[in-house]
């Protein structure tokens, strides 16, 4: 079964280093997704991606923070000086979905621990 | 943007016991979902439920889109069962689906 892959499972970093993770959504969806999730609190909306650029952004989503599609299939989202409490799981998705319809599936999650 | 609230918050049951969960959503939806997160932290895709009744073993959720609300049932529970459950909509004019806070469901055996 088709399924969104993310890399690092785990990645730790100093602070003010930058981060890029990866991700390789199902192959024949239109529509990108990250989400992060902080120890213990609720899955939190970062960013989607459609046709090549930014749909809609949340108000976490500042400058520190980039997405890319850098070829068909990879999918990264980018920190660019990491902070303390940037430490989460960032969660990427995918779905086929034309218009706003259609399932939305999650990878496993990649943890970012940031000293 | 879209507001989500699940309830309860935390939940403790006998194994063998049923439940339903609860979800508000404060806008029209074009999508609802629900899912499970295990302790691995891995979200599992439960159901894919903008309107109507679906059922998937002892698991069935129902939502009742013109009442904003959407209702997970556990039937038979079991320790495996175990885990945060969480509801995430989108509303009609908008890509972003909004997470709850989640309920926690406890099983003990």
């Known amino acids: 079964e088709p399924e969104v892959t993310q890399t690092p499972s785990h990645q730790v970093t100093q602070m003010g280093q930058e981060v890029i993770l990866r991700c390789v959504p199902i192959?024949?969806?239109?529509?990108f997704y990250w989400y992060r999730q902080i120890l213990g609190q609720k899955v939190e909306f970062l960013v989607s991606?459609?046709?090549?650029?930014?749909?809609?952004k949340s108000e976490i989503f500042d400058d520190q923070f980039s997405v890319e599609r850098p070829d068909g299939s990879n999918f990264t989202l980018k920190i660019r000086s990491t902070k303390l409490e940037d430490s989460a799981m960032y969660f990427c998705?995918?779905?086929?979905?034309?218009?706003?319809?259609?399932?939305?599936?999650f990878g496993e999650g990649s943890r970012l621990t940031v000293l | 943007g879209i507001q989500v609230e699940q309830s309860p918050p935390d939940l403790i049951l006998q194994e063998g016991a049923n439940s339903t969960l609860r979800c508000n959503f404060s806008d029209s939806v074009n999508n609802l979902q629900w899912f499970h997160q295990n302790p691995w932290g891995q979200l599992i895709n439960l159901f894919y439920?903008?309107?109507g009744t679906k059922q998937n073993g002892r698991l069935s959720a129902t939502t009742v889109a013109t009442e904003r609300y959407s209702l997970l049932y556990i039937s038979s529970s079991q320790t495996t069962d175990s885990g945060v459950y969480f509801c995430a909509a989108a509303p009609y004019n908008n890509n972003d689906m909004r997470f709850g806070a989640g309920t926690r469901l406890t099983v003990k055996p």
């Open positions: 192959s024949n969806h239109l529509y």
């Open positions: 991606f459609y046709n090549n650029e930014i749909s809609e």
């Open positions: 998705a995918s779905r086929h979905g034309q218009g706003n319809t259609g399932e939305l599936f």
């Open positions: 439920i903008p309107s």
